[in-house]
Nanobody
Framework: VQLQASGGGSVQPGGSLRLSCAASGIIAHVNAMGWYRQAPGKQRELVATITAGASTNYTDSVKGRFTISRDHAENTVSLQMSSLRPEDTAVYYC?????????????????WGKGTQVTVSS
């Protein structure tokens, strides 16, 4: 079971980017999913989360600018980022609380995707 993130890149201030993350493997259920970020010299911080019931939570600095969404059928989570600022520059990581099959056993664990770089600069 793994998560694969995509969609990072470089953009000017005020621009937009969309990040996507797909869970793959023999998955029984995807619980909460989320995005975190880590800027150089800083700790990883929560950006946004979305529950299986589609309840969302955002860190204050991105409210009104970022939108998290998920596709249950595809086991994906996306982050639409608008009005980007230089302070949004970071490596973005997706994570998911997954229930999955490993052999005959059912496991439940938090999985992280590899980070994707977002750079906001003029």
């Amino acid at each position: 079971v793994q998560l694969q993130a995509s969609g990072g890149g470089s953009v000017q201030p005020g621009g937009s980017l969309r990040l996507s993350c797909a869970a793959s493997g023999i998955i029984a259920h995807v619980n909460a999913m989320g995005w975190y970020r880590q800027a150089p010299g800083k700790q990883r911080e929560l950006v946004a989360t979305i529950t299986a019931g589609a309840s969302t939570n955002y860190t204050d600095s991105v409210k009104g600018r970022f939108t998290i969404s998920r596709d249950h059928a595809e086991n994906t989570v996306s982050l639409q980022m608008s009005s980007l600022r230089p302070e949004d520059t970071a490596v973005y990581y997706c994570n998911a609380d997954l229930t999955y099959y490993e052999g005959r056993a059912i496991q439940r664990n938090i999985r992280w995707g590899k980070g994707t770089q977002v750079t906001v600069s003029s």
